[in-house]
């Protein structure tokens, strides 16, 4: 009984205090905004009030032994993604996908093949190799912007274009690399952020090159035995191809010896470095091939949608896909392609609040760092 008074005359302190913040602003801030903050006290000193109960602290040990079933579980799952029967299945069941869906959702998986390639190139250099690359949008661009000049100029075809677009992103991330790699830490990313922001002002400037604002327009279009590729089920089935393949590279590159070499400098560069690794050629090995799928998807971005202008190549579509990388869990390419179909079909599902979708970003990464640190697929650490 003398526990239910204390309650009861501690809730009656809280709506007394809340009403008296509400009358002493009242003549300066005016009604409404006198009710909103005597509301945003009371509610704060209610949940504090709340977290002190015994009930609240039950809740909280039940929420974490089920975060505990959850994670177990999740890390079953994983396991079980890594198996070539799963990856059988998902590539039938991706292939009789568009018979169910319309133009609009066959675009939007399209888009998401697009950004499952980009997010295994960055793993490349950030999952394995452990580099922080923040500008890896760049690399994204130039492949574009070579594949859409030399198909305006020259008349370049889109299958030697894929080449062309990946080669050209390499040899820059080669030229960037070689005196910028043997940054560590916080300075390589910044040196990234930079290039990102070079790069896209260049473009945006470069007039004669580049078009400047207005972009490049009338791209070639990809031509398979006469056909021409126009539509949107047919990009999204050589999309399909390009992750498929991709996928295969990557499942192959991680497991080799250069994969664990990558995962050893990750881990401990000194380390590594002590037992033999030459982790400045390996780190730029890295830093090139991830540069070279970039510049590979960015050729099929331009093909697909028949222009390119700087405005597709932000300093947040690098965020967007470091998101997928970190969300999906660095250096699993199941993760990494969950990663991809939740940050870019979710968005199209939930459009109406896309002015949020940044913080929705944040609030994710926040949850993930706390709750789950090596990402919804990503192994633990041994």
């Known amino acids: ?53 015994e009930a609240f602290l039950s809740i909280a040990r039940s929420f974490s032994r089920f975060l505990t079933i959850v994670r177990e579980n999740i890390s079953s799952l994983s396991r079980a993604a890594q198996s070539p029967f799963v990856y059988a299945g998902f590539i039938v069941f991706l292939i009789f996908l568009p018979a169910f869906l319309n133009d609009y959702y066959q675009d939007i998986m399209t888009l998401t093949g697009i950004y499952i390639v980009l997010a295994l190139g960055l793993n490349i250099v950030v999952g394995q190799a452990g580099l922080l690359n923040l500008g890896y ?26 080449l062309a677009g990946a080669a050209v992103a390499a040899l820059f991330a080669f030229i960037i690399g070689l005196p910028t790699l043997r940054l560590r ?39 398979l035995a006469g056909y021409s590729l126009h539509s949107t089920l047919d990009f999204y089935y050589v999309i399909l191809v390009i992750v498929i393949i991709t996928v295969f590279a990557m499942k192959r590159l991680m497991t080799s010896r250069i994969g664990r070499a990558w995962i050893a400098i990750r881990e401990d560069e000194v380390a590594a470095e002590a037992m033999g690794i030459d982790t400045f050629r390996l780190k730029l090995l890295a830093f090139v091939v991830g540069s070279a799928l970039a510049g590979l998807t960015g050729v099929f971005f331009a093909a697909k949608m028949a222009f ?8 947040s579509e690098s965020v967007l896909i470091l998101c997928m990388v970190v969300l999906g869990g660095m250096g699993s390419i199941p993760g990494i ?23 929705a970003f944040g609030i994710a990464l926040v949850a993930m760092m706390v709750f789950r640190p090596q990402g919804l697929l990503g192994t633990v650490k041994k």
């Open 337 to 359: 392609i969950l990663g991809a179909l939740l940050l870019i079909t979710l968005p199209e599902i939930f459009r109406d609040f896309q002015d949020y979708r940044m913080l």
């Open 185 to 223: 830490g916080d300075y390589f990313a910044i040196v990234t952020l930079g290039l990102g922001e070079i790069t896209r002002i260049i473009l945006n400037n470069w007039d004669g090159l580049t078009g400047g604002p207005n972009g490049i327009s009338r791209v070639g279009r990809p031509v």
């Open 308 to 315: 390119v202008s700087p405005e597709s190549f932000t300093f």
């Open 137 to 162: 949008v760049a690399f994204y661009a130039i492949g574009a912007y070579t594949y859409a000049i030399l198909s305006t100029t020259l008349g370049l075809a889109f299958w030697p274009g894929l």
């Open 1 to 53: 009984m003398n526990t239910l008074l204390k309650s009861a005359n501690a809730y009656v302190k809280i709506i007394l205090f809340s009403l008296s913040i509400g009358l002493l602003v009242l003549p300066f801030t005016g009604t409404g905004n006198a009710v909103r903050l005597s509301a945003a006290a009371f509610a704060s000193l209610f949940l504090w009030r709340l977290s002190k109960s």
